[in-house]
């Protein structure tokens, strides 16, 4: 290993110092496709950002005009909804009417011209509903964000979309790039610059692209350049960059060549064994403590080496995340879950299966993508898909981060906050970061012994799953104490030792089809787990 990496390195110092041009190319390249892929990420996020705050201040001008209003329609209620329109920016009008679309009153006494260009959508969280709409002789789409009021009517308040025409914001795009607003569902809202020529992009084009969404509300924004228009503004750095490289590559190939002889580097066998998948997918199954059916299984992983070593995850998940390895890492995962597990979904289609991702996937956005393209062509659909939050490292509140999680419970996907209670799962993120499961880490199941009536520790995290209507799954469940310690306090998922340790693929599928074609009870299951 020590030798070939030695050869990998003199051999790159050779192309440094007679090729400097490569050098440059690929040097400047990742710059650009760096500092642009930023700029387009940005610039999505501050769209989102606007158009989250423009819905959030239209919901929250509606319901300021409801409650300072003793009923609807009266020259107080106009005058509220005047006053709400003056001091909104985006604001546009606020409209009663009942629910054939009878008009009876709005803020400036006249008739209010829209057509609905979308169904409503609920936004989760809120009472209201959010719809696009034409509106007047505006060019720009409309937002229309609607209360019902009683029975019979209801109450909406108009915003733009976008606080630009879309000729002035065709203005700002690059040669050949596009911005396009769509509702999650797919329905197109806004479509700016050369889209055709994007959707019509072949499969070698080369495009700097970022997409994000308009925080909990339904809408995604998409940003894509061909690299070619963004490569060329960067001519001027070429010749700067050629004569560092040509004074820095006598240097680079010393360095490399002493580096190649007394060091090794962990990070080039990891890369090469994700590269030739030997990075395996394990399934450890999830049991219902009630019925003793499988629900599903968590993705664990082993690295098993050519030469049939096997090396348990602790060695080197950690120094993947410091690395940035565990992107392509967990991508490779995917790529191998869905392989295997297609049949398996197909048959089972109830069947969970949780994926493990870590901090720096919640800095990138891209994640979601990889999710689609994996998972959106497969049986295996987006809500048997559980992502657990490994959080080794704590993740920042920022809109990257609620990008993410609002992207992935977009697609149907649902988040599972692992280890809680333990290292930086702090509890406060459960109610800001829409987890959907919380995974109970084993060091507070060990605290059952036999004879246990009572755990407090552990009884408070059922309790608070329980409070924010999160479901419960048990980890490290090894002796039948546990499992009906668990079962009693209402838990109604686990794993663990007692069920069946983490299963190649094979082994798994066996155990999920005998589990499925005879329904045992939990007795049988563990003695099926340790056949397979």
């Given at each position: ?53 423009s819905i959030t201040d239209g919901v929250a001008a509606l319901r300021g005009v409801i409650a300072n209003s003793p009923s ?101 795009m690059r040669d050949a790039g596009m911005m396009r607003v769509t509702l999650t569902n797919g329905l197109s809202i806004v ?68 580096y190649a002889r007394r060091s090794r580097v962990p990070a080039f066998d990891l890369e090469r064994a994700i590269e030739r ?256």
């Amino acid at each position: 290993m020590k030798s070939n990496l030695s050869h990998v390195l003199v051999l790159m110092g050779a192309i440094l110092a007679f090729a400097p041009i490569i050098a440059v190319d690929h040097l400047l390249d990742a710059y650009v496709r760096h500092r642009e892929k930023a700029i387009a990420q940005q610039y999505v996020e501050d769209v989102g950002s606007h158009i989250n705050a423009s819905i959030t201040d239209g919901v929250a001008a509606l319901r300021g005009v409801i409650a300072n209003s003793p009923s609807l329609c009266t020259p107080t209620f106009v005058a509220n909804a005047q006053a709400a329109i003056e001091s909104a920016i985006n604001l546009k009008q606020v409209l009663v009417e009942n629910f054939d679309g009878v008009q009876y009153c709005d803020a400036y006494g006249r008739t209010v011209s829209y057509s609905p260009l979308s169904q409503p959508l609920p936004v989760p969280g809120l009472t209201e509903t959010l719809s696009v709409v034409k509106l007047g002789d505006m060019t720009m789409p409309a937002l229309r964000v609607t209360q019902t009021f009683g029975d019979t009517r209801r109450i909406s308040a108009f915003m733009p979309l976008l606080g630009q025409s879309e000729a002035a914001l065709a203005a700002t795009m690059r040669d050949a790039g596009m911005m396009r607003v769509t509702l999650t569902n797919g329905l197109s809202i806004v479509s700016i610059g050369d889209v055709a020529g994007f959707d019509r992009r072949v499969a070698n084009s080369d495009y700097i692209s970022a997409q994000g969404y308009a925080g909990q509300f339904p809408i995604r924004v998409e940003l894509s350049v061909p690299f070619a228009m963004v490569r060329a503004k960067y001519a001027d750095l070429d010749f700067a960059f050629t004569i560092i490289a040509c004074i820095a590559s006598g240097a680079f190939l010393l360095a490399s060549l002493n580096y190649a002889r007394r060091s090794r580097v962990p990070a080039f066998d990891l890369e090469r064994a994700i590269e030739r998948s030997e990075i395996k997918p394990y399934y450890q199954p999830v049991i219902n403590l009630r019925t003793g059916e499988l629900v599903g299984c968590e993705v664990l992983c082993r690295w098993e080496k050519r030469n049939g070593q096997v090396i348990p995850p602790g060695a080197f998940i950690d120094y993947a995340e410091v690395t940035g390895l565990a992107i392509p890492m967990t991508v490779s995962l995917m790529e191998q879950v869905r392989n295997d597990l297609s049949e398996l979904c197909r048959t089972l289609p109830d069947l969970k299966i949780s994926i493990n991702l870590f901090e720096g996937h919640f800095r990138d956005v891209g994640i979601v993508e990889d999710v689609q393209a994996i998972f959106g062509q497969s049986p295996i659909s987006f809500r048997q898909l559980v992502f657990e939050i490994t959080e080794r490292r704590p993740l920042n509140n920022s809109m990257a981060t609620t990008s993410v999680i609002s992207g992935l419970h977009a697609l149907g996907a649902r988040l599972a906050m692992d280890d809680a209670g333990t290292g930086h799962s702090n509890l406060a993120y459960l109610a800001t970061l829409g987890v959907d499961v919380i995974k109970i880490d084993r060091i507070f199941v060990d605290m059952i012994k036999p004879g246990t009536t009572q755990v407090p520790v552990l009884d408070g995290l059922i309790a608070m799953a329980r409070d924010l209507d999160c479901e419960v799954v048990a980890e490290g469940v090894e002796t039948e104490e546990q499992a009906v310690y668990l079962r009693s306090r209402g838990v109604l998922h686990a794993q663990g030792y007692i069920f069946a340790p983490a299963l190649k693929v094979g082994a798994f599928k066996e155990l999920a089809l005998a589990l499925h074609a005879t329904a045992p009870g939990p007795a049988h299951i563990a003695g099926t787990a340790a056949a397979a």
